[in-house]
């Protein structure tokens, strides 16, 4: 079974940025093997989809809403994926959660970006 958590949320001025991380516990195969994404849920919306990455880093996809700005990576012997988040915005404001891109595993607690204006 896997286990997902996420780390790096803060508060921040827009324009500024922050880092996340997200460690899948478990298989080390199990998480190579798929493509990873990164979702938010801000306070009275339904999650959603940010960015993902294939097994390989090779292929990522983006949000409209956040392309250009933030960049999704990824460390398979480390089972860990990343979100680099630059010139945030006011409305980049969230949890952001980890998980597999058709979201496969639990949710972890995911981890709180403020961004303030």
């Known amino acids: 079974q896997v286990q997902l958590v996420e780390s790096g949320g803060g508060l921040v001025q827009a324009g500024g940025s922050l880092s996340l991380s997200c460690v899948a516990s478990?298989?080390?195969?199990?998480?190579?093997?798929?493509?990873m994404a990164w979702f938010r849920q801000a306070p009275g919306k339904e999650r959603e989809f940010v960015a993902a990455?294939?097994?390989?880093?090779?292929?990522?996809d983006y949000a409209n809403s956040v392309k250009g700005r933030f960049t999704i990576s990824r460390v398979n012997a480390k089972r860990t994926v990343y979100l680099q988040m630059n010139s945030l915005k006011p409305e980049d404001t969230a949890v952001y959660y980890c998980?597999?891109?058709?979201?496969?595993w639990g949710w972890g607690q995911g981890t709180q970006v403020t961004v303030s204006s």
């Open positions: 998980n597999t891109d058709d979201s496969r």
């Open positions: 990455i294939n097994w390989s880093g090779a292929n990522t």
């Open positions: 478990g298989s080390s195969r199990t998480f190579s093997v798929y493509r």
